[in-house]
């Protein structure tokens, strides 16, 4: 495992770089679909509450790997049926970077649609009704009073969630994206060496994981500047 021209160091440093990428892509759209599911969820009209709770039962009930699976396929054969209209010929893929990350992220945003809604729930309902009667606007009142006390809240919750997308991220190799996974494969199947390959992914995982949590309690530690915490 060294980085001479027979190591295999630097081509491990690279696929832990493209699970942070991977893991990263996924996360925020995990963070953008959950954003919506949590408003639909908390909206008025029944049709949207329907739809955002059917999402969020499918995609916490069916396997991640399915998940990867349908997108991908589904996906590929959709950028197949249109090649064909235009004259190519044989399977066309997709590329697997964008459609494991897009798969990661709607089953991450599942999670966090519960993460996001327990946070708006745990907001005192006198700050709220105190802040309308004064009359802020439903915007204001979302900016200056829901807004930065939900964030508090979920913080714990979506740092969870990431560290689920981090295992994720090692689901995506059954698409052929050369992850840190599918490298600790092939050099293990190559050098017949499995226990260094895979206890040296393990490292990495731990690091990386190490290293992202103590950036999730320094957020959390920034987003709690100034709250009084009870004795």
Known sequence: MGFGPDGWGRDMLAAAGMTIGVSIVGFVAGVLFGCCGAAAKLSRFGSLRWTAEVYT???RGVPDLLVIYLFYFGSSSLITSVASMFG???F?????FLTGALAIGVVSGAYQTQVFIGAVEALPRGEIEAARAYGMSSFL???RVVLPQAIRFAIPG???VWQLVLKESALI????LIELMR???IGAGSTRQPFSFFLTAAALYLLITFVSGIGFQALEKRAMRGVRRPA
């Open 173 to 176: 190799s059954v698409v052929g």
């Open 88 to 90: 190519a010929q044989g």
């Open 92 to 96: 066309v893929g997709a590329p697997a």
């Open 57 to 59: 039962t499918v995609f």
């Open 158 to 160: 979506v740092a969870n």
């Open 141 to 143: 009142l979302f900016r």
């Open 183 to 185: 490298q600790a494969q």
